[in-house]
């Protein structure tokens, strides 16, 4: 019988982990954030009332065991002039089927169906969740965007209402084998799956290992200045009685011409690896060389740290 993972994630980072982990005989489930409020997203959650599909759309083309054009087909985004401009065909299908089934769940279900998705994608909630940041300087501000955008270190977050979450998310927390906390944002893409009372309380009457998979870059207005043992404190904050048992780090060299890029274009620098701080957090830590270089960027290597992870879990 296959060992039940759940990743608590959205974005970038959970679609290119659940890439690699489709590949291993685990029962995959995704609970991932709906609070994304830009762009195509933006404009569908404000024109229908529904939750970000932006990120469930990134995790089920990854998901996705058709033919490769179908994935290529929900990223598709239109370049026009009319209203469709920069929508993602993705979205509109999620806009549509939510439309049509009554509910996001009911219609990433029908999409499943048609793209053979290899495990579940479930949103947190239901409801057109607003997330709201509270800064350094004690100020707030209101929507994911908003708070990406804003030059200012986040000290907390939390939902302007509290939401209801998913029934499906807490019963696959709670049966559980392993819990992973996904590289991504880690305010706006992993913690705001931990503000919710209902899902620690499912990790914590679960017996599930909890392993989080650490990015390889800080995060401008989020991480700054982030080392390992940083960004381990800021989850465990968030966590209830049960902690980050492993981290997953990156140990391989990144190319110089990578780091001058990202620092340069993107205010981003690599996460240092500060061995005592984390010893002191007492987690287990799993170091490898991950870089993969791909079209010009740089991004875990999918297969590898799957590898990794299945490792763990069998143990």
Known sequence: MSKKVVILGGGTGASTL???LKEFP??????????????????????????????????IA???????????LLEYRFDTTSDLNGHAVGNLLLAALCNITGNMSDGIKSLSKVLNIKGKVLPLTEDNVVLMGKMEDDSVVEGEHNITKSKKKIKDVFYKENP??????????????????????????????????????AIDSSNAKILYVCNMFT???????????????????????????TVIIN???????????????????????????????GVRVIKDDFVKIQNESLKHDNIKLSLKIFEELIK
């Open 62 to 72: 990854s998901l996705s065991e058709t033919e490769p054009l179908f994935e290529k």
């Open 18 to 20: 659940v890439s690699g």
């Open 26 to 59: 685990v029962d995959l489930s995704v609970v991932v954030s709906v609070c994304d409020d830009g762009k195509s997203t933006g404009k569908l959650r404000k024109e229908f009332d529904i939750p970000a599909v932006g990120d469930l759309r990134k995790v």
């Open 219 to 245: 995060q401008p207005g989020e991480t700054d200045d982030f080392k390992v043992s940083d960004h381990v404190k800021v989850l465990n904050h968030y966590l209830g009685k049960r902690k980050i048992d």
């Open 164 to 201: 209801t979450i998913n029934k499906e998310v807490i019963a696959n927390i709670k049966n559980s084998d392993m819990i992973i906390l996904s590289m991504g944002s880690l305010y706006t893409s992993i913690a705001c799956n931990l503000i919710c009372s209902d899902v620690i309380k």
């Open 251 to 281: 140990s391989g060299n990144i190319p110089t011409h990578f780091m001058e890029k990202y620092s340069r274009e993107e205010e981003k620098e690599p996460v240092i690896i500060d061995k005592e701080n984390i010893n002191k957090l």
